[in-house]
Nanobody, 127 residues
Framework: QVRLIESGGKLVQTGGSLRLSCVVS????????MGWFRQAPGKVREFVSA????????VYADSVKGRFTISRDNAKNTVYLQMNNLKPEDTAVYYC????????????????????WGQGTQVTVSS
């Protein structure tokens, strides 16, 4: 019933910028903690960024710190990932995830802490 839909991924040149969006539907409450993860071919899914229920707390992987910014607009049921100064190593399928269990409001960084996932959106950074 809960559905997450990512969008915004595309081919971009090194140094370029993209903004990913994730729209959440099917929840009876607003503001679950959200996360962004990514998975490149042949690699495990890795944490990118996360945000708590009201946007007051955020966390970033070291690999994207200073380049990516996570934000949310609960009125639109949407979470964003602004990606600047993109590098080829950022190439991956990016997944949005929602934490909808008992601790839905609390920020988390492990895939197991999230129970709803989007289908993914492809980001490709050319060198």
């Amino acid at each position: 019933q809960v559905r997450l839909i990512e969008s915004g991924g595309k081919l971009v040149q090194t140094g370029g910028s993209l903004r990913l969006s994730c729209v959440v539907s099917g929840l009876s409450f607003v503001g679950p903690a959200m996360g962004w993860f990514r998975q490149a071919p042949g690699k495990v899914r890795e944490f990118v960024s996360a945000i708590n229920w009201n946007g007051g707390s955020t966390v970033y992987a070291d690999s994207v710190k200073g380049r990516f910014t996570i934000s949310r607009d609960n009125a639109k049921n949407t979470v964003y990932l602004q990606m600047n100064n993109l590098k080829p190593e950022d190439t991956a399928v990016y997944y949005c995830a929602a934490r909808t269990g008992e601790n839905y409001y609390s920020i988390a960084t492990e895939p197991a802490d999230f129970d709803s996932w989007g289908q993914g959106t492809q980001v490709t950074v050319s060198s």
